[in-house]
């Protein structure tokens, strides 16, 4: 019913900058929360940031918490993930997650893009 697709990702240098963003369409899109997970080579998922949809509040995992903003543009069902001062441990599959409820857990949330790979070389 929704689809998610993440874009922007590539190669960076270590302390260099990159945003990706994730458009959300469907019939109808109207999810409490929205996020971004990121998921290394043999590691499992991890939690990045989420925003309220709505109230626009948000929440980051400590490890990116000062370098990454997370933003939503409600008109254009549009989640945006900004990164900077990127370092060789934030290389990573994003993903972008819609669902009803604000956490950080993975299983919490209804739907998922396919991801876009993010590298930072050292």
């Known amino acids: 019913q929704v689809q998610l697709v993440e874009s922007g990702g590539g190669l960076v240098q270590r302390g260099g900058s990159l945003n990706v963003s994730c458009a959300a369409s469907?019939?109808?899109?109207?999810?409490?929360?929205m996020g971004w997970f990121r998921q290394a080579a043999g590691k499992e998922r991890e939690f990045v940031a989420v925003i309220n949809w709505i109230g626009g509040s948000t929440y980051y995992a400590d490890a990116v918490k000062g370098r990454f903003t997370i933003s939503r543009d409600n008109a254009k069902n549009t989640l945006y993930l900004q990164m900077k001062s990127l370092k060789p441990e934030d290389t990573a599959a994003y993903y972008c997650?819609?669902?009803?409820?604000?956490?950080?857990?993975?299983?919490?949330?209804?739907?998922w893009g396919q991801g876009t790979q993010v590298t930072v070389s050292s």
């Open positions: 997650a819609a669902g009803r409820r604000v956490t950080q857990r993975t299983m919490d949330y209804e739907y």
């Open positions: 469907g019939r109808t899109f109207s999810p409490n929360a």
